[in-house]
């Protein structure tokens, strides 16, 4: 069963929206819905992202690690040949960024 919802948004968010939905051809009662439906059942942990699951493990260590420890050792495990050379560049700019 499907009912009204009514939401007042800034002008600009509105915006964003109805261009968003159109450039993906849906609309946008169906972005919102997509959106509702990704958020976590009250009483659940949220699950972690596919990439994020991926990083399980990899920064494992003995002790307290600093975030520069952590960051030294993410890239040695990508300089290993694990990711290819242009991610570690996005990745070196994305890190550069934060």
């Known amino acids: 069963m499907q009912i009204k919802l009514t939401v007042r948004l800034d002008k600009s968010l509105i915006d964003k929206a109805k261009f968003w939905a159109h450039a993906r051809q849906i609309s946008v009662s169906q972005l919102v819905a997509e ?3 990704q958020l976590p059942d009250e009483f659940s942990s949220p699950a972690l992202s596919p990439w994020t699951q991926r990083l399980i493990g990899v920064a494992k260590t003995a002790g307290e690690m600093t975030d520069a420890d ?7 495990y990508l300089e290993a040949g694990l990711w290819t050379k242009n991610r570690i560049s996005i990745l070196n700019q994305t890190l550069k960024e934060i």
């Not at 952590?70 to 040695?76: A, E, G, I, L, S």
């Open 35 to 37: 959106v509702f439906a």
């Open 70 to 76: 952590v960051q030294r050792d993410y890239h040695r």
